[in-house]
Each structure stands twice: as structure tokens, then as C-alpha cells.
């Protein structure tokens, strides 16, 4: 299908959808100068993936880990949301918005929480929410772009966490200490990201899953689409043959179950589907 054709049919997808789940992956960041993993000049191209993204590389070697995490924090620091970032806070809002003008004349009384984003009724039960942005990436540029149900799967780079005794803290310099020990019992802390071999947060995982059971819509940007739990969002949505969208460089494992493949950079493709 010629591109104009799938960025009209994906724009349509877009709109109609009353139920967003997104997950984007590191090829998001990369036009905002944050080098992505597996691809060419990326991280893991420098680095042995089972030395600075296992628990094992971190007790082998946790300096060789902070340095690692050092250098990420200070390019995330410079880093600012590129288009792709801010077109889907804007998306987060504008369905936000469809929801409570929809909403309001059928449910009357009792629903809707009053706070416009379509998660809660009212009642204390939750709802699912109209845009639930799930991340494998920890730069924080999501929010930073003004986006507000982010769930970050993979953690984030600006938290640290004690090895001893659990307790995670933000408030760092962006480059700790090679080192850097637990005010509260003066152990060694560690970066509070999910590394190979260690679980998701069970919460995380719940939300995760609720909003890929209850999307109508799937949107995936900028990911290999390897890493699992992550790359089987998309697949659940599929199965219950909920249209995916995907957009990336290249074709990944997701483009077989994609309704629309966009190839292309985020940043150029994903403000032509969502209009000002
Ligand atoms: C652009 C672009 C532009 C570029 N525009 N696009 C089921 C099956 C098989 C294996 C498993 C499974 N379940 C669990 C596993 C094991 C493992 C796993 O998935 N292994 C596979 C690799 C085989 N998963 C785990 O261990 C997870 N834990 C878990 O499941 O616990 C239970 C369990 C344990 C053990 C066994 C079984 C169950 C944890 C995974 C943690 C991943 N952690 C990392 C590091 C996080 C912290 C950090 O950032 O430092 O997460 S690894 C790294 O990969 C990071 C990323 O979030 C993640 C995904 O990478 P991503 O984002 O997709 O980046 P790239 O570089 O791969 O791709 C970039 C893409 O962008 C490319 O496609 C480009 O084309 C594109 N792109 N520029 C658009 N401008
Ligand atoms: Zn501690």
C-alpha cells in the first residue's frame, strides 16, 4: 500500500478509536539524540548486553554498570521531547476530550470523575483509561512532552534503588558516584530499571495488560519488538483483532499483525496522523 494510503487509513484508525494503547520503545528518543540499543551505533554495540543489562553484570561489576548509567543519565538529561513525544501527549488530551463530550449526555449522574481523563467513574471503581501510554523507555521525555498515564515497564533512569533495603530515591546529581551508597543503611544503590532476568513490578504489569485487554486501538513506535513482556502487548490486542498501528524504520516481529505499517522516523510520521 502506497504510504498516503496507510497514513490516511491509520489517521481514520486514530480517530475513531474510543480506547488508546500505545507502547513505544527506544527508536521514539532517537531524533531527541538518545542512541537507541539495536541499532547501528547502538548501545549494545559498545556494550555486552549480559554486563550492564543483567543483575549478574551488576554484582560482577556494578562500577563498569554506573559508568554505564552515568553516561545515559547525562545524555537524558540534554535530551528534549521530540514531535513523536508531544504529538501523542497531544493524542492523550484530544481523547481525554472525545471521551468527556461523548460521555456526559449518556451517562448523566454518578459517572465520569469530574478530572477529564476518562479513568474514573465515579463510583470507585475504576475504569479503564481512554490512553494508556506503556514505555520500555526510561528517559522520562514522555511526561516531560506533557503526556500523564505513562507506565514505565522497564523503570526509570532518574530512580535509585538500595540493593539491602529497597528504598528508591530521586533527588540525585544526574552523575552519581561511581559508587553511590544508601542514606538510609549505606549500601550499595542501583539503578531502579528492569534488567534482563528480573521481573516487571506486578502493578505494572496489571495496568499494562488491563489496557492492552481493553484498547480498541494499538499504537507501536520505535521498538524491535523482541523484548517480552513488552513486545507481547501488541500481540494481545491483535489477537483480539483490535486494528495495530505500527511505525518504524524497519519491519519487526509486530508488522505481521499490523493493520497499518508506517516506515519511517516518529518524529515526521506521527504528527501527519494527529491533527492540530
Ligand atoms: C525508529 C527510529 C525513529 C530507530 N523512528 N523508529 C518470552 C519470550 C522470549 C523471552 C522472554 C519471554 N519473556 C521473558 C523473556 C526473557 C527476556 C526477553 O524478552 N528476552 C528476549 C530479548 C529474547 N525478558 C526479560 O527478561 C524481562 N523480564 C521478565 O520477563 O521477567 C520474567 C522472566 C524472566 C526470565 C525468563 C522468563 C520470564 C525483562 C526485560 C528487561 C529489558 N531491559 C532493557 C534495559 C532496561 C533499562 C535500560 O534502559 O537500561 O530494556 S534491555 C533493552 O531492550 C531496554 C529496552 O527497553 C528494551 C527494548 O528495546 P527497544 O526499545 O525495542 O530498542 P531497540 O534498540 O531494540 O529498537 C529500536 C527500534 O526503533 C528499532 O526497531 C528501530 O528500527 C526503531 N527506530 N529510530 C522510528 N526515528
Ligand atoms: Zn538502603
Same mark, same amino acid.
Given at each position: 500500500?502506497?504510504?498516503?494510503?496507510?497514513?490516511?487509513?491509520? $489517521?481514520?484508525?486514530?480517530?475513531?478509536?474510543? !480506547?488508546?494503547?500505545?507502547?513505544?520503545?527506544?527508536?521514539?528518543?532517537?531524533?531527541?539524540?538518545?542512541?537507541?540499543?539495536?541499532?547501528?551505533? =547502538?548501545?549494545?554495540?559498545?556494550?555486552? @548486553?549480559?554486563?550492564?543489562?543483567?543483575?549478574?553484570?551488576?554484582?560482577?561489576?556494578?562500577?563498569?554498570?554506573?559508568?554505564?548509567?552515568?553516561? %545515559?543519565? $547525562?545524555?537524558?538529561?540534554?535530551?528534549?521531547?521530540?514531535?513523536?513525544?508531544?504529538?501523542?501527549?497531544?493524542?492523550?488530551?484530544? !481523547?481525554?476530550?472525545?471521551? !468527556?463530550?461523548?460521555?456526559?449526555? @449518556?451517562?448523566?449522574?454518578?459517572?465520569?470523575?469530574?478530572?477529564?481523563?476518562?479513568?474514573?467513574? =465515579?463510583?470507585?471503581?475504576?475504569?479503564?483509561?481512554?490512553?494508556?501510554?506503556?514505555?520500555?523507555?526510561?528517559?522520562?521525555?514522555?511526561?516531560?512532552?506533557?503526556?500523564?498515564?505513562?507506565?514505565?515497564?522497564? =523503570?526509570?533512569?532518574?530512580?535509585? %534503588?538500595?540493593?539491602?533495603? =529497597?528504598?528508591?530515591?530521586?533527588?540525585? *546529581?544526574?552523575?552519581?558516584?561511581?559508587?553511590?551508597?544508601?542514606?538510609?543503611?549505606?549500601?550499595?544503590?542501583? *539503578?531502579?530499571?528492569?534488567?534482563?532476568?528480573?521481573?516487571?513490578?506486578?502493578?505494572?504489569?496489571?495496568?499494562?495488560?488491563?489496557?492492552?485487554?481493553?484498547?480498541?486501538?494499538?499504537?507501536?513506535?520505535?521498538?524491535?519488538?523482541?523484548?517480552?513482556?513488552?513486545?507481547?502487548? *501488541?500481540?494481545?490486542?491483535?489477537?483480539?483483532?483490535?486494528?495495530?498501528?505500527?511505525?518504524?524504520?524497519?519491519?519487526?516481529?509486530?508488522?505481521?499483525?499490523?493493520? @497499518?505499517?508506517?516506515?519511517?522516523?516518529?518524529?515526521?510520521?506521527?504528527?501527519?496522523?494527529?491533527?492540530?
Amino acid at each position: 500500500m502506497a504510504q498516503s494510503k496507510s497514513i490516511t487509513q491509520a $489517521k481514520k484508525l486514530l480517530k475513531e478509536a474510543k !480506547k488508546v494503547c500505545v507502547l513505544t520503545g527506544a527508536g521514539i528518543s532517537a531524533e531527541s539524540g538518545i542512541k537507541t540499543f539495536r541499532d547501528a551505533g =547502538g548501545l549494545w554495540e559498545d556494550h555486552a @548486553v549480559e554486563d550492564v543489562a543483567t543483575p549478574e553484570g551488576f554484582t560482577r561489576d556494578p562500577k563498569l554498570v554506573w559508568r554505564f548509567y552515568n553516561a %545515559r543519565r $547525562k545524555s537524558a538529561d540534554v535530551a528534549a521531547p521530540n514531535a513523536a513525544h508531544l504529538t501523542l501527549a497531544r493524542l492523550e488530551l484530544a !481523547k481525554q476530550r472525545q471521551s !468527556k463530550q461523548k460521555s456526559y449526555p @449518556v451517562l448523566g449522574h454518578g459517572e465520569g470523575n469530574g478530572n477529564g481523563n476518562g479513568n474514573g467513574n =465515579g463510583t470507585g471503581h475504576h475504569k479503564s483509561a481512554v490512553f494508556t501510554l506503556l514505555t520500555q523507555n526510561i528517559d522520562g521525555l514522555h511526561q516531560q512532552a506533557g503526556s500523564t498515564n505513562v507506565v514505565e515497564l522497564h =523503570g526509570s533512569i532518574w530512580k535509585v %534503588r538500595c540493593t539491602k533495603c =529497597g528504598l528508591i530515591t530521586t533527588d540525585h *546529581p544526574i552523575e552519581l558516584p561511581i559508587l553511590p551508597k544508601c542514606e538510609a543503611c549505606s549500601a550499595l544503590l542501583r *539503578p531502579h530499571v528492569v534488567w534482563f532476568g528480573e521481573n516487571l513490578e506486578s502493578e505494572i504489569l496489571e495496568k499494562a495488560e488491563a489496557a492492552a485487554l481493553a484498547c480498541d486501538l494499538f499504537l507501536v513506535i520505535g521498538t524491535s519488538a523482541i523484548v517480552h513482556p513488552a513486545a507481547s502487548y *501488541p500481540l494481545l490486542a491483535a489477537q483480539r483483532k483490535v486494528p495495530v498501528i505500527e511505525i518504524n524504520l524497519e519491519n519487526t516481529p509486530v508488522t505481521a499483525v499490523s493493520a @497499518v505499517t508506517l516506515l519511517g522516523k516518529a518524529g515526521e510520521l506521527l504528527p501527519k496522523l494527529v491533527s492540530e
